[in-house]
T-cell receptor
């Protein structure tokens, strides 16, 4: 079945450093979504990318969708302590209506 | 606030018991998804319902079952509980488009002692 892999599993940074997490799918995706889960919280939708090679920015966050629509990345510039949490990518699973396959997530820790 | 509600927030029970988790989707959303998240684990998809019918099944144990009612709320039933069932259980809802994002509820933390 479809697999979505994320690396790294953990990332510890000093406040002000940049952070990147990578997501790779075993199959071509129609779109990819990113979610953030704060410690003790629930996953919250961040963004959806649909087009091949698409790049979207949200303040210090930059999201990219690969040309082949099988990989994606999330880059955070100058991390802040508020960026702490787990970042998940997710892609639609084949023809299963609306069902998403989530990556294992990258747990980001930011040291002040 | 995502608009998805889950009750109870916390549940502590003993092995061998049965519990029911409840989820109310966002107003107008027809799909409900259930996920299990163990400590430091990702989101394991359990089951999806769409407008009252089961749509997709994931890694759901036979001891677990779910249903979606005519008012679109959903219940996840966990029986013969084991210590390993201790986890966070999230439900999420989406609308009618296959590209809809999922809106997650606050989760139910189940502890099996």
């Amino acid at each position: 079945g479809q697999q979505v892999m994320q690396i790294p599993q953990y990332q510890h940074v000093q406040e002000g450093e940049d952070f990147t997490t990578y997501c790779n799918s075993s199959t071509t995706l129609s779109n990819i979504q990113w979610y953030k889960q704060r410690p003790g919280g629930h996953p919250v939708f961040l963004i959806q990318l649909v087009k091949s090679g698409e790049v979207k920015k949200q303040k210090r966050l930059t999201f990219q969708f690969g040309e082949a629509k099988k990989n994606s990345s999330l880059h955070i510039t100058a991390t802040q302590t508020t960026d702490v949490g787990t970042y998940f990518c997710a892609g639609p699973q084949g023809t299963s209506y609306g069902k998403l396959t989530f990556g294992q997530g990258t747990i980001l820790t930011v040291h002040p | 606030d995502s608009g998805v509600t889950q009750t109870p927030k916390h549940l502590i029970t003993a092995t061998g018991q049965r519990v029911t988790l409840r989820c109310s989707p966002r107003s107008g959303d027809l799909s409900v998804y259930w996920y299990q998240q163990s400590l430091d684990q990702g989101l394991q998809f359990l089951i999806q319902y769409y407008n009252g019918e089961e749509r997709a099944k994931g890694n759901i144990l036979e001891r677990f079952s779910a249903q979606q009612f005519p008012d679109l709320h959903s219940e996840l039933n966990l029986s013969s509980l084991e210590l390993g069932d201790s986890a966070l259980y999230f439900c999420a809802s989406t609308g009618t488009s296959s590209t809809d994002t999922q809106y997650f509820g606050p989760g139910t933390r189940l502890t099996v002692l």
